[in-house]
């Protein structure tokens, strides 16, 4: 049925488990570095932003050396491919935390779960992957429509995950893991058994072309601008989100788990204001001016959040964010529109791979 061609389930259902994950992984580095450091909040925070660092900086190594073997069975098999791969490696790398919480192994153990991530492709495969089947599953001109339902359907998922992942941490941080394992494991063997990457139809899809003609046609200057754009935009974006993540677990804001689940859902509701916001204003701004507003609403919610000392700061913060998260689907729908679909995944994959690189710098 239509429903086995749909990628939204498993953007949904990983959102949920990697959400679940994220909040485990980051209380029990911080929480290890605050013994480390006697209780110092300030070098515990510099002591888990290192330790972030350096597994961002593995998973990204790990990450480009899978690329060419990883597209190259995507070629054969097709963009699913990406999203199976990366889900497994995504759920070994859960293991590992499982096995640091119940073993006595140094923090730096949690770096091969780290590479493992990495060399099954990470996340850039698999929003690579989600991109392509999304694209494939949709007619040209709406595009944008289908990339911005894919982001609001995260949010749903962050929103519902980081509510949820709090109340489930203080019943234990093993808990909180589990269930993200499982959920993790029930997105992957629906990706294997029941996601299908069949075009919506033949006739209203471009016609497949040999890769030699498609490149022939491609406008290299349009996508090489539109490439930068998204790595300029996301490297101010992510990066500043690194950086919140610790910083609301020490003074001034001293949140606990459940106040970070709340944050967490904040930032994931932004998809949810995004997404309404191409609904309402896609056909009166168009593809430019809708990037722009998102660029605005994030660089204003951002230069708020410098002077966030008290949680009402923060939250009032993120409401003028409500579009910042606008421009990265439209962009990659711009992208689309001047690439054949079968290359979209390819092309996406290789952006991801030098977005993370540049986040690490």
């Not at 204003?281 to 204003?300: K, M, Q, R, Y």
């Amino acid at each position: 049925g239509i429903i086995l061609t749909l990628v939204e389930p498993v953007v949904v259902i990983n959102k949920l488990g990697t959400s679940f994950f994220e909040m485990a992984l980051t209380q029990t580095i911080y929480n290890h570095s605050l013994k480390t450091t006697a209780g110092d909040s300030d070098r515990a925070q510099t002591l888990s932003s290192r330790f972030l660092l350096i597994q961002s900086v593995v998973s990204s190594v790990a990450a480009m050396l899978s690329i060419i073997p990883l597209s190259r069975i995507a070629d054969h098999h097709g963009p699913k491919v990406f999203v199976v791969a990366s889900q497994m490696g995504s759920v070994l790398g859960m293991f590992m935390l499982l096995i640091f919480m119940y073993s006595e192994v140094p923090l730096e153990f949690l770096y091969l779960g780290s590479l493992l991530h990495g060399l099954s492709g990470g996340g850039p495969m698999f929003w690579a992957g989600v991109a392509a089947l999304a694209s494939l599953s949709s007619e040209k001109g709406k595009r944008t429509l289908k990339l911005n339902i894919v982001d609001f359907c995260f949010g749903v998922a962050g929103v519902v995950g980081g509510l949820l992942s709090g109340y489930l941490y203080q019943i234990g941080p093993s808990v909180l893991l589990s269930i993200a394992i499982l959920v993790s494991v029930v997105a992957l063997l629906y990706s294997v058994f029941l996601l299908s990457d069949v075009r919506c139809s033949e006739s209203e899809s471009e016609p497949l072309l040999p890769e030699f003609e498609s490149v022939n046609r491609m406008d290299k200057i349009s996508v090489g601008i539109l490439m930068v754009a998204m790595m300029v935009f996301m490297v101010g974006m992510v990066g500043a989100e690194n950086v919140l993540q610790l910083y609301v677990l020490k003074p001034p804001l001293s949140w606990n788990p459940v106040w970070a689940g709340y944050g967490r859902a904040a930032t994931s509701a932004m998809y949810l204001s995004s997404f309404l916001g191409v609904l309402i204003l896609f056909n009166v701004l168009g593809d430019t001016a809708l990037t722009l507003v998102g660029i605005v609403s994030n660089c204003a919610g951002m230069a708020i959040m410098a002077f966030a000392i008290e949680s009402w700061v923060y939250f009032l913060a993120r409401g003028i964010m409500m579009f910042a998260c606008v421009p990265m689907p439209t962009l990659r729908a711009m992208l689309s529109k001047n690439l054949h679909p079968q290359q979209y995944g390819n092309i996406t994959t290789t952006y991801k791979n030098k977005l993370k690189e540049s986040n690490n710098i």
